[in-house]
């Protein structure tokens, strides 16, 4: 059975739209061919991220860095969705899923991350804005959950990222996160 015109998507001049009027986003590809990539290595272990990183206890995200370019404008990093997390409970009862904030904040700490790391030392950066957010898949608890990330332009205090979360050969969600240097400090 065709789609009726009330159920049908509509189109306009910036191509085709959903029902809502908003556009509708083409699927991604991945920002990373990770075809030639070992994701089961470890390069970096969550010890290590928090030299740079200030996220402790529950928010500290990145499990590890597991792949990154030679100049960290590029890298992968894990987190291990586990079944004992502090959201699994509410989010939501029975069928917990994580939750796209905290895909976003995980992406963030990757990105802040991998802007830091090439100072001389630790510094304090925040992200500031997230541009073009889309959630694709869901993802549950006991998914290797890998983040991408790819510089778009970094400045000496501010930087533009692209990021996505991906689950098996999935693309979980996407979006350009920025973020600042706000002032030097040791953690």
Known sequence: MSPTP??????GPGGPQAATGSPVQAPQRMLIDLSEIDLTQRRY????????NPHRGVMGMLD??????????QGIGLHHIRHDAFWVPGHFPGKPLFPGVLMIETAAQLACFMF???????TFV???RIENAAFRSQVL??????????EVKAQKRRFITDVQ????????????????????RAY
């Open 6 to 11: 009330s159920d049908a998507p509509a189109s």
């Open 45 to 52: 272990p969550r010890e290590h991220i928090e030299k740079w």
């Open 64 to 73: 590890c860095i597991v792949w990154h370019t030679d100049d960290y404008t």
């Open 116 to 122: 830091i790391v090439r100072k001389p030392a630790p």
């Open 126 to 128: 925040a992200f500031l």
């Open 141 to 150: 608890p006991g998914d290797d959950f890998f983040v991408l990330c790819k």
């Open 165 to 184: 979360g991906v689950v098996g050969d999935r693309i979980a969600f996407d979006a350009r996160i920025s973020g600042m240097m706000l002032e030097e």
